[in-house]
């Protein structure tokens, strides 16, 4: 059953409406409620707000990083553990194809029902996640793999164990090294890019967002709560920090965004697998066209530059 948001409350009556037509055997009735239900996706999709995209980035029925990995890496094969204390579900990393082209996919996995959600800790990864990643990618400069990045978490786990196993010190070792990986790299914000938990796999050569996601320093509960102490300017506080795709591609803090299909990733997921796909496609061949010493120089370059705005 799809789930409906509050600005979306036109669609589902006239889905509801196409259900009951076809339980009636309505043929005319259906056709003419499809091109009503064409008119009013395009009309609310056309100019949302801030807060409506953050609401999309979270839906539940958004395509979460296992759903693109399944469907675009060909002969794939999961690697586990951090070889110092444990494999983390919320990151997961793979090795296969896409394109014909030999890559290692490292992602933030959310669950989908109860029992995967509490499994894969909501999509906050321990600092075993982030060192899990960091040995993943060695192995990827060691073999000259290019590596892809899927992000999608609320934020690191800020619990008691991971604080005490260094939760700090894994986000700033994976930024640092990163930074001067040589192989070539693509991030990607496939949902929510929640803070340093984010930015822990997301030091790349190309850094793009999906249109409907979010990337942001807190989420806008803690900004609302920070500031205000008022949950009710959570919505304000969304529009105020700039968090959607074009606002930080006008900051110049990413570098593309890919297109969603226009209902939306979570009303078209293969719509957007492919857009995803086709994107990094390109950006390999752009990157395979460098020397990987020119690759990593821009990569420090381009890392540097962010805030110096004069």
């Not at 669609?11 to 239900?37: F, T």
């Not at 102490?229 to 959570?234: A, L, Q, T, V, Y």
């Not at 990094?280 to 020119?294: A, N, S, V």
């Amino acid at each position: 059953m799809a789930s409906y948001l509050d600005f979306e409350k036109g669609i589902k009556q006239i889905d509801d409406d196409i259900a009951n037509a076809k339980i009636r055997g309505d043929e005319h009735a259906v056709e003419i409620l499809r091109k009503n239900l064409e008119k009013e996706i395009t009309k609310t999709y056309k100019n949302l707000n801030e807060f409506q995209r953050l609401n999309l980035a979270r839906h539940p029925d958004r395509p979460y990083a296992l759903d693109y990995i399944r469907a675009l890496l060909k002969d794939s094969y999961e690697i586990h553990g951090d070889r110092a204390f444990r494999d983390d579900p919320s990151i997961v990393c793979y090795i296969g194809y896409i394109g014909g082209k030999k890559v290692i996919v490292i992602a933030e996995q959310k669950g989908r029902g109860t029992k995967y959600k509490i499994m894969r800790n909501f999509g906050m990864p321990h600092p075993e996640g982030y060192r899990k990643a960091l040995r993943i990618a060695r192995l990827a400069e060691k073999f000259e793999i290019p590596i892809i990045f899927l992000i999608d978490t609320p934020g690191a786990y800020p619990g008691v164990g991971a604080e005490e196993r260094g939760q700090s010190e894994a986000i700033a070792r994976n930024l640092f090294e990163f930074s001067e990986l040589k192989t070539r790299t693509i991030a990607v914000v496939i949902g929510e890019g929640g803070s340093g938990g984010a930015l822990a796999i997301g030091v790349a050569d190309r850094l793009a967002m999906m249109k409907n996601s979010v990337f942001s320093v807190i989420s806008p509960e803690g900004c609302a709560a920070i500031l205000w102490n008022d949950p009710s300017k959570n919505e304000a506080a969304t529009k105020a920090m700039k968090i959607t795709a074009d606002d930080l591609k006008e900051l110049k803090l990413v570098d593309d965004v890919i297109d969603e299909p226009v209902m939306g990733a979570h009303r078209d997921k293969e719509g957007a697998i492919k857009a995803l796909g086709e994107y990094i496609l390109k950006q390999l061949d752009e990157l395979e066209k460098q020397d990987i010493d020119d690759v990593v120089k821009n990569r420090i370059e381009k890392i540097l530059s962010i805030g110096a705005y004069a």
